[in-house]
């Protein structure tokens, strides 16, 4: 079993949707990542966390420590949010899920 | 843009060859990490170096090596290559040595190995 796992792997939404994608893990962490792999490759790290909510725009991300899971929401979705979404939690080393695609239509 | 830059952005040789990538973190950034994204593993960790020092090993095959000078550019040696290693490397940089940091990734090397 992966210590890091995302779901769902393959998202489609339309424009204005409200997006979930999911993570949980298995490992002790002092933080967990959530980043941005857009389709020519390069990585933005989104948010860091280590306990509750934090929002940056139209994306909110939570963690509950104690069920070891984490969510990323995104807000009224638009086609520019299409991108990989990937997971990484701080155990002794940054480990990543297998990410989250998202597609959304206008 | 991160400030992180990665030379070259993309490498074609062929089996058996040796290469090196280069990694230039941010201003001020003392934390150096690499890390492969292959179609089939993902992103993993390879390696970690912290103000000229390695701080952490991950799943870096002993072909592979890598380095950080006083100028706090690293580079990632890749020797002996094969076909599995053809990969996209990133690297990345943060302020910290230890403990949860954000950390900033440069474009990224494709490799392709023949």
């Known amino acids: 079993k992966n210590e890091v796992e995302q779901s769902p792997q393959n998202l489609t939404a339309q424009e204005g949707e409200f997006i979930t994608i999911n993570c949980s893990y298995s490992?002790?962490?002092?933080?967990l990542h959530w980043l941005q792999q857009h389709p020519g490759g390069g990585i933005v790290s989104l948010f860091m966390?280590?306990?509750g909510k934090k929002k940056h725009g139209r994306l909110i991300a939570t963690i509950n420590i104690q069920e070891k899971h984490s969510s990323l929401h995104i807000t009224a979705s638009h086609p520019r949010d299409s991108a990989v979404y990937i997971c990484a939690v701080n155990a002794r080393q940054l480990t990543f899920g297998s990410g989250t695609q998202l597609t959304v239509l206008p | 843009d991160s400030g992180v830059t990665q030379t070259p952005k993309h490498l074609i040789t062929a089996t058996g060859q040796r290469v090196t990538l280069r990694c230039s973190p941010r201003s001020g950034d003392l934390s150096v990490y690499w890390y492969q994204q292959s179609l089939d593993q993902g992103l993993q960790f390879l390696i970690q170096?912290?103000?000229?020092?390695?701080?952490a090993k991950g799943n870096i095959l002993e072909r592979f090596s890598a380095q950080q000078f006083p100028d706090l550019h690293s580079e990632l040696n890749l020797s002996s290559l094969e076909l599995g290693d053809s990969a996209l490397y990133f690297c990345?940089?943060?302020?910290?040595?230890?403990?949860?940091?954000?950390?900033?990734f440069g474009p990224g090397t494709r490799l392709t190995v023949l």
């Open positions: 170096y912290y103000n000229g020092e390695e701080r």
């Open positions: 490992v002790g962490i002092s933080a």
């Open positions: 990345a940089s943060s302020e910290l040595a230890g403990g949860p940091s954000e950390q900033f």
């Open positions: 966390l280590s306990s």
